[in-house]
């Protein structure tokens, strides 16, 4: 008698079925609370419920950005002015102040450059990006990562 044991990884189901994520996966509904965390540091960029970035104006300025962590809720405060429409220099994690602009991606709405930060959406973290352009609505969770979350607007379910 053979002295190999049976291993639930060795099953025939996982020799010929795919695994795949589908379990896995959480629907993002319009409104839900966006935890954001910092790409470089993993520190959270929350700050009083709000996500609290360090802002660079075109002129150079540095100052505090505060933006609404609800999906689809485009509020704002910060303690330097700009008008909309203006872009702005650079935003930074307020922990590490690395720069969160995403390299040479820009904006689907036009010609801005985007930051991006992740987003943890129940055990996942995904990148979250979003225009850097005073006023501007756009923003996109990575297609890459779309596997892991469903927009309440998909027609999957």
């Known amino acids: 008698m053979s002295q190999d044991k049976y ?4 099953s025939w189901e996982k020799i ?17 609370f966006l935890r954001c965390y910092c790409p470089h540091c993993s520190r ?22 505060q933006l609404s962590p609800f999906l689809n809720a485009f509020e704002r405060k910060s303690n ?30 036009g010609d801005s450059h985007v930051a991006c930060v992740l987003v943890g959406i129940s055990t996942v973290r995904v990148p979250f990006y979003f225009c850097m352009r005073a006023g501007c609505q756009w923003h996109l969770i990575d297609p890459d990562d779309e596997h892991k979350i469903i927009l309440d607007e998909s027609m999957e379910w």
């Open 80 to 109: 330097l002015q700009l008008p909309e429409g203006e872009e702005v220099t650079d935003l930074r994690c307020w922990h590490c102040q690395a720069s969160l602009r995403a390299g040479e991606r820009k904006c689907d709405r």
């Open 44 to 65: 959270s960029l929350m700050k009083d419920n709000l996500l609290h970035l360090v802002t660079i104006d075109p002129e150079g300025n540095t100052g505090w950005l």
């Open 16 to 32: 010929v079925w795919d695994e795949h994520n589908y379990n896995e996966r959480t629907v993002l509904k319009s409104g839900s």
């Open 7 to 10: 291993h639930p990884k060795d």
